[in-house]
Each structure stands twice: as structure tokens, then as C-alpha cells.
């Protein structure tokens, strides 16, 4: 496949993923993320109450979008980032099969979604879970996040590391050594994230939401990940009159 075609077919393939992902958390996440902004703006109107019976002065932020506005933003972020990851996904995947004219792209392109989904959000999302927004101490965003992206680095390169064991072994070993041999990687894989510090923050949120969002959160990842993964795969096999023209040929196949 030319690697034109590969744009645009994850370009597509990532606006269907992002429109999805955008509806599921408007209709399912926001209402969990409404709860979360209520009980933060009740904790922050406390805090005001206290300050004032102190004698101090308190600051009064005007809100810059309103929540109606925040949903629709929800929407549209979604399909933006659908796109701009289809695109990237498109690249990858004409890179890894440049050479490999007799490749499966349905099941190449379901593998490369469900690496993709493992190292870029099951790896840090074991070590750092999702939370509210309005959760966690302002002053450590900037250790959080440099957390997160070495949780985030040590994915990629557990998965890049798995893909070419299995490619590398592929022939000496048999199918269920080179299965476990690869398993063995990506559970070290998570097992490292956990040399990386603990997030120390409060989580100031009842445990019944704060657990709604995180699973709401997973869903929305695996709805991504697996909606863009099966979309370019359809729209790949379509040029080539079947989905699945070739029954063993696949660079990503462990």
C-alpha cells in the first residue's frame, strides 16, 4: 500500500475512532466528570467561606467555558486526536509493511492497535490509573507528568523490544516458546513501571466515582484503540478485494 493511501485511510479511520470515543464520553463519561467538577467546585467555595471569615481577601475566577461548552469541546478534541493518531497509525503501519506486499492488513492493522494500545495507554494506565479532574495537588503536575511519559517511554520500548524477540525467534523456537517469551516481556514491561515514584497526591473524591471514572476511562481507550485499528484494516482490505487476502503474513503476528 502507498503510503498516500495510508494517510488517508488513517486519517479516516481515526476521525470514525474519535467521533465514537467523543459520543461515548459525552453520553457516559461527562456525567462521572460533572460529579467531579461539583465536588470541586463545593471544596473551592468552602475553602472561600473559610478565607472570608478569616478576614482575608478572596479571588473570584469568572468561568471561561461553561460545561456546555466543555461537552461539545469533549467531542470535537476526541475526533481531533482520532485523526491526528489515525494519521500516525497510517505512517507506522506502511513503514512496518513497506516491503511485505502480501501482508493481512486486517489482522496487521488489529495487531498494530492492540501494541499501540498497550504500550501508549495499558502501561501507564496500570502505574498512574486516570482521575477526575480537579484531583491531585497542582503543585506536582510537572512531577506527574514527567512520571507518566517515563511509564509512557518504558511501554513503547517493552513493545518494540517484544516485537522484535518474536520476529527474532521466530523459526527456532516453537509457537508456544515464542508466545510465553513474549508474554514474559510485556508483564516485565509493567513490572518496570513500578521502579518509577508513586503518586502521592490525595484523591479527594469518593471511591464509587473515582473508580467509575477510571473504568470509563479504560472503555474510551479500548473503544479508540480497537475502533481505529478495525476501521483502517476495512478500508485497507478494500483495495486489495478482500480484508484478509494473504492467511499467514503478518510482521506483527507474534
Known amino acids: 500500500m502507498d503510503l498516500l493511501r495510508s494517510l488517508r485511510n488513517g486519517a479516516a479511520a481515526g476521525a470514525v475512532a474519535g467521533l465514537l470515543t467523543g459520543a461515548f464520553g459525552y453520553l457516559l463519561a461527562e456525567p462521572a466528570i460533572d460529579r467531579s467538577v461539583q465536588l470541586e467546585t463545593a471544596r ?3 475553602d472561600q467561606a473559610r478565607q472570608v471569615a478569616s478576614g482575608l481577601t478572596v479571588e473570584h ?17 476526541a475526533v481531533a486526536t482520532g485523526i491526528a493518531l489515525g494519521v500516525l497509525f497510517g505512517v507506522l503501519h506502511a ?60 511501554g513503547i520500548l517493552g513493545v518494540v523490544a517484544a516485537a522484535r524477540l518474536a520476529r527474532d525467534v521466530r523459526g527456532r523456537l ?37 473508580w467509575e471514572f477510571r473504568l470509563l476511562a479504560f472503555a474510551s481507550s479500548v473503544l479508540l484503540w480497537g475502533a481505529l485499528g478495525a476501521t483502517y484494516g476495512l478500508l485497507s482490505g478494500s483495495g486489495t478485494g478482500s480484508p484478509a487476502h ?4 503478518s510482521s506483527l503476528t507474534v
Do not use: C, K, M
Open 61 to 77: 475566577h469568572a468561568e471561561v467555558f461553561s460545561r456546555g461548552t466543555q461537552h461539545l469541546g469533549l467531542v470535537v478534541a
Open 174 to 210: 516453537s509457537e508456544p516458546l515464542r508466545h510465553l517469551a513474549v508474554t514474559g516481556i510485556l508483564l516485565a514491561t509493567i513490572g518496570l513501571t513500578f521502579v518509577l515514584p508513586a503518586n502521592t497526591d490525595p484523591l479527594d473524591v469518593p471511591a464509587g466515582l473515582l
Open 246 to 249: 494473504s492467511s499467514d503474513a
Open 44 to 46: 473551592e467555595a468552602a
Open 95 to 154: 513503514l512496518l509493511h513497506r516491503d511485505r506486499s502480501d501482508h493481512n492488513p486486517w489482522r496487521s492493522s488489529l495487531w498494530l492497535a492492540a501494541s499501540a494500545f498497550f504500550a501508549v495507554y495499558l502501561v501507564p494506565f496500570v502505574r498512574y490509573p486516570a482521575t477526575p479532574p480537579g484531583v491531585g495537588d497542582p503543585n506536582t503536575i510537572d512531577t506527574r507528568t514527567r512520571a507518566y511519559l517515563a511509564a509512557l517511554a518504558v
